[in-house]
């Protein structure tokens, strides 16, 4: 005979996430992207840095330049768009809590202006760290715990009342893994973000499948594949050469620097950490 089950933390929070999604139109595109050079270079890279990371960031590049990337749509008092000032991520994490694999969503500020290793801290930081050390974490089974009509009411209100507070708790992007183990989702994502970003986490031979989710009401098909082909041209040269940098290649042949060439390379490097630290304590 069967029982009842009482519904965890953390579904109850996957719930309203499914609750806000099924009243968007959204979509999906896959598509297979090639970076055979950027794959080379993250196998030499300490720390490795993860597909997550690298297409966070090249996105986070394209939604910089491209503002519509950055909108939201607002239902209440009447429909309208709100253009967001600065990019926000928001990235699924698997964590284990109180003997139950959930779902916590980990935020990332601005991720174009960190440098990879710093994104790649902060991401092993959400996976690793004690969930009750990440203030978000604590934030989201708190918040998890409050009655379901309060918990619908938030959600909306964030969408149509406090757009601006929109960002810093949906993102103004979200970032799932699309496959595990063989396994890919071709459809498309579930959340409240615009955009939602799927990266495969084990490209074959730098080939990576890439699924982006979009709310139709915000976007079309033709805008997000010119953002899918602009994502890819960043991860193929920004991303890149930024990772050629950290492993000691040259970017456009993939071959090794000489000592002399590293040696000049990393002084280079020194001088400009020194100056963008410069400028963010300016700022």
Same mark, same amino acid.
């Given at each position: 005979?069967?029982?009842?089950?009482?519904?965890?933390?953390?579904?109850?929070?996957?719930?309203?996430? !499914?609750?806000?999604?099924?009243?968007?139109?959204?979509?999906?595109?896959?598509?297979?992207?090639?970076?055979?050079?950027?794959?080379?270079?993250?196998?030499?890279?300490?720390?490795?840095?993860?597909?997550?990371?690298?297409?966070?960031?090249?996105?986070?590049?394209?939604?910089?330049?491209?503002?519509?990337?950055?909108? +939201?749509?607002?239902?209440?008092?009447?429909?309208?768009?709100?253009?967001?000032?600065?990019?926000?991520?928001?990235?699924?994490?698997?964590? #284990?809590?109180?003997?139950? #694999?959930?779902? @916590?969503? +980990?935020? @990332?500020?601005?991720?174009?202006?960190?440098?990879?290793?710093?994104?790649?801290?902060? @991401?092993?930081y959400y996976r690793r760290a004690p969930i009750w050390e990440i203030k978000q974490f604590r934030h989201q089974i708190n918040f998890a715990k409050a009655p379901?009509? +309060?918990?619908?009411?938030?959600?909306?209100?964030?969408?149509?009342?406090?757009?601006?507070?929109?960002?810093?708790?949906?993102?103004?992007?979200?970032?799932? !893994?699309?496959?595990?183990?063989?396994?890919?989702?071709?459809?498309?994502?579930?959340?409240?973000?615009?955009?939602?970003?799927?990266?495969?986490?084990?490209?074959?031979?730098?080939?990576?499948?890439?699924?982006?989710? @979009?709310?139709?009401?915000?976007?079309?098909? +033709?805008?997000?594949?010119?953002?899918?082909?602009?994502?890819?041209?960043?991860?193929t040269n920004d991303i890149k050469v930024e990772l050629a940098e950290l492993t000691g290649f040259h970017a456009e042949t993939g071959e090794k620097m000489s000592d002399i060439e590293l040696a000049e390379f990393k002084r280079g490097q020194r001088l400009r950490? !020194?100056?963008?630290?410069?400028?963010?304590?300016?700022?």
């Amino acid at each position: 005979m069967g029982k009842r089950i009482k519904f965890s933390n953390g579904r109850r929070l996957v719930e309203d996430i !499914i609750h806000v999604a099924n009243r968007t139109p959204l979509a999906g595109f896959v598509a297979d992207q090639d970076a055979g050079l950027v794959a080379k270079f993250r196998r030499y890279s300490r720390p490795k840095i993860s597909w997550n990371v690298l297409y966070m960031k090249a996105y986070a590049i394209v939604c910089k330049r491209d503002a519509t990337l950055r909108r +939201a749509y607002v239902g209440f008092p009447w429909s309208y768009l709100y253009e967001h000032d600065k990019n926000v991520c928001m990235m699924t994490i698997a964590r #284990e809590y109180e003997g139950e #694999e959930r779902l @916590f969503f +980990a935020r @990332f500020n601005s991720p174009e202006e960190s440098t990879l290793v710093e994104l790649q801290e902060r @991401f092993d930081y959400y996976r690793r760290a004690p969930i009750w050390e990440i203030k978000q974490f604590r934030h989201q089974i708190n918040f998890a715990k409050a009655p379901r009509l +309060a918990r619908r009411f938030a959600w909306w209100s964030l969408a149509n009342l406090w757009p601006k507070k929109r960002a810093s708790h949906m993102g103004t992007y979200g970032m799932s !893994i699309s496959g595990n183990k063989g396994c890919y989702g071709a459809s498309h994502h579930l959340g409240p973000a615009t955009t939602t970003l799927g990266v495969d986490p084990s490209p074959k031979k730098g080939v990576s499948k890439i699924l982006m989710t @979009f709310d139709h009401r915000v976007l079309d098909g +033709a805008p997000v594949t010119k953002a899918m082909q602009k994502m890819h041209r960043v991860l193929t040269n920004d991303i890149k050469v930024e990772l050629a940098e950290l492993t000691g290649f040259h970017a456009e042949t993939g071959e090794k620097m000489s000592d002399i060439e590293l040696a000049e390379f990393k002084r280079g490097q020194r001088l400009r950490r !020194i100056e963008t630290n410069q400028k963010r304590q300016a700022a």
